[in-house]
């Protein structure tokens, strides 16, 4: 399982040039799963996640997670982030998850940030043809893995 964390004023996701997922302050993570992943990546990564301090504190250094700033989560399925390009210049996606247990995962993922650490969490909607827009944070941009 492979996320990635941008650190952002504001964020939000549009389907069919409807608003369906929007946050202020907080993170926009875009989601990948691999055929191995399970609840253990997960939990992992959700614990990572919402444990991350990279929001400065009264000093000016990275020493807050989203808790104490009253930060969001908007999580975005991505599975493009298992795109292999080794062989040419069109994307492999083989080793992405099927699209029904990359679904089961991430909803799994999403409601974990929800309901262990108490994080207000907007989605994407998964599968769909998503447009993303955001204003970055800094910029902060992080990969977190397991």
């Known amino acids: 399982?492979?996320?990635?964390?941008?650190?952002?004023?504001?964020?939000?996701?549009?389907v069919e040039n409807k608003i369906v997922g929007k946050?202020?302050?907080?993170?926009?993570?875009?989601?990948?799963?691999?055929?191995?992943?399970?609840?253990e990546e997960a939990d992992y990564l959700a614990k990572k996640l919402c444990n991350l301090r990279v929001f400065e504190d009264e000093n000016e250094k990275m020493n807050l997670n989203l808790k104490q700033v009253n930060g969001k989560l908007l999580i975005v399925s991505q599975f493009t982030l298992y795109a292999n390009c080794k062989d040419g210049n069109r994307p492999s996606?083989?080793?992405?998850?099927?699209?029904?247990?990359?679904?089961?995962?991430?909803?799994?993922?999403?409601?974990?940030?929800?309901?262990?650490?108490?994080?207000?969490?907007?989605?994407?909607?998964?599968g769909a043809d998503m447009q993303v827009k955001l204003q970055n944070d800094g910029p902060?941009?992080?990969?977190?893995?397991?």
């Open 93 to 126: 996606f083989v080793e992405a998850a099927s699209s029904d247990k990359a679904e089961k995962l991430y909803d799994y993922f999403c409601n974990q940030c929800i309901e262990n650490y108490g994080i207000e969490t907007e989605k994407g909607i998964f």
């Open 1 to 14: 399982m492979r996320i990635v964390v941008q650190r952002v004023k504001n964020a939000q996701v549009e």
């Open 140 to 146: 902060v941009t992080i990969i977190l893995e397991k």
């Open 23 to 39: 946050i202020e302050k907080g993170f926009l993570v875009l989601v990948g799963i691999t055929h191995t992943d399970g609840k």
